[in-house]
């Protein structure tokens, strides 16, 4: 399974390019944020962009280790059921969700500092961690003015101070 894991992280990314609106908000950001995955280098090559600074903070939730391949699933079966076990606490890493509900209130204590500082602030990364800094953004007193993207991979967020 770790292997697997493994396998996914460093995976080739889908190449469509994004919505123009997606390249809009990244483009006039004052600062590029990505997490330090090789899929977020991969997909801000697709629009020819480098980020400002990459940090291990926007990282995907680790998957809990399972150990044995007896169940055959779809990849998209597994990383749903992953998931799942992650949320319930289950598998070998028992504190991930712990743990990166821990690092999503860093991420976004990080985050609110870069805006203060440069206003416009972009973050490249993934679906389980952006869920999770969204909610701690949001229970700093953020709100979520603007959503959209249009696609699964090139979905955006667009947050403004209390």
């Known amino acids: 399974m770790n292997t697997w894991v493994e396998a996914y992280n460093h995976a080739p990314i889908d190449t469509t390019l ?6 809009r908000h990244i483009k006039e950001a004052n600062i590029l944020l990505a997490s330090s995955l090789s899929r977020t280098s991969d997909s801000l090559a697709v629009i020819d962009v480098a980020p400002t600074e990459k940090n291990i903070l926007f990282d995907e ?3 809990p280790e399972v150990k044995g391949t007896w169940l055959k699933l779809s990849a998209k079966t597994w990383l749903v059921l992953l998931r799942l076990m992650m949320l319930a606490g289950f598998g070998k890493k028992s504190k991930v969700y712990t743990e990166a509900k821990q690092r999503a209130k860093e991420a976004s204590e990080y985050l609110i500092h870069l805006a203060n500082k440069h206003e416009r602030v972009a973050l490249m990364g993934h679906g389980g961690m952006h869920w999770l800094v969204g909610k701690e953004l949001q229970r700093l007193g953020w709100k979520c003015v603007k959503q959209g993207g249009g696609s699964k991979n090139w979905g955006y967020k667009v947050y403004a101070s209390p």
Do not use: R
């Open 61 to 63: 939730i680790a998957l």
């Open 18 to 23: 994004p919505s123009k609106e997606v390249i």
